[in-house]
T-cell receptor
Framework: AQSVTQPDIHITVSEGASLELRCNYS??????LFWYVQSPGQGLQLLLK??????LVQGIKGFEAEFKRSQSSFNLRKPSVHWSDAAEYFC?????????????FGKGTKLSVKP | DTGVSQNPRHKITKRGQNVTFRCDPI?????LYWYRQTLGQGPEFLTY????????KSRLLSDRFSAERPKGSFSTLEIQRTEQGDSAMYLC?????????????FGPGTRLTVT
């Protein structure tokens, strides 16, 4: 069955430090891959997406992610974290079976930023 | 560009009562999705509309749940005879048609508390 694994439930980094959030997926074909961010009590904002082509994709707020087919991974990175990046981050994969487009999400990684 | 809106933002109800939530998608989007998110989990797919047609329903959508999108614009999600296990954040998302349909934009959610 298709699945998304985010191994880290909670990560704390210092402001200005680099960040990498891990995402592994299980899917029978080349998936579409997404990273979303959710601030407390809010909906999800799309950070970036991978459909095809260049495996390094740029997103909003200075984030980037790299698709590695051999490792079934799509890790999110940022070179220098800002206090406003504290939030929960979700990796998602689609399409799902014969579905027309619903996404499968990981359980999320909560990011805390130390001053 | 107005985003996806959801009303109400919060709903507290007693067990056994019926509740209805509304979602207004981005105006040019003809796909609309409902997801449910419980504490510590990523969003889980409930159902999906293409215009006014409900094309897919998750096994999570029990008989007590019904969703409509009567004119292909806004959508409602009704839960009958609410149970404490229905307490969750209900998220609505919308997208365009075609391959970019996987690029979903989420509303702020409706948080339901069943007492």
């Amino acid at each position: 069955a298709q699945s998304v694994t985010q191994p880290d439930i909670h990560i704390t980094v210092s402001e200005g430090a680099s960040l990498e959030l891990r995402c592994n997926y299980s899917y029978g074909a080349t998936p579409y891959l997404f990273w979303y961010v959710q601030s407390p009590g809010q909906g999800l904002q799309l950070l970036l997406k991978y459909f095809s082509g260049d495996t390094l994709v740029q997103g909003i707020k200075g984030f980037e992610a790299e698709f590695k087919r051999s490792q079934s991974s799509f890790n999110l990175r940022k070179p220098s974290v800002h206090w406003s990046d504290a939030a929960e981050y979700f990796c998602a994969v689609g399409p799902y079976g014969g579905s027309q487009g619903n996404l499968i999400f990981g359980k999320g990684t909560k990011l805390s930023v130390k001053p | 560009d107005t985003g996806v809106s959801q009303n109400p933002r919060h709903k507290i109800t007693k067990r056994g009562q019926n509740v209805t939530f509304r979602c207004d998608p981005i105006s040019e989007h003809n796909r609309l999705y409902w997801y449910r998110q419980t504490l510590g989990q990523g969003p889980e797919f409930l159902t999906y509309f293409q215009n006014e047609a409900q094309l897919e329903k998750s096994r999570l959508l029990s008989d007590r749940f019904s969703a409509e999108r009567p004119k292909g614009s806004f959508s409602t999600l009704e839960i009958q005879r609410t149970e404490q296990g229905d307490s969750a954040m209900y998220l609505c998302a919308s997208s365009t048609d075609g391959p970019r349909g996987y690029e979903q934009y989420f509303g702020p959610g409706t948080r339901l508390t069943v007492t």
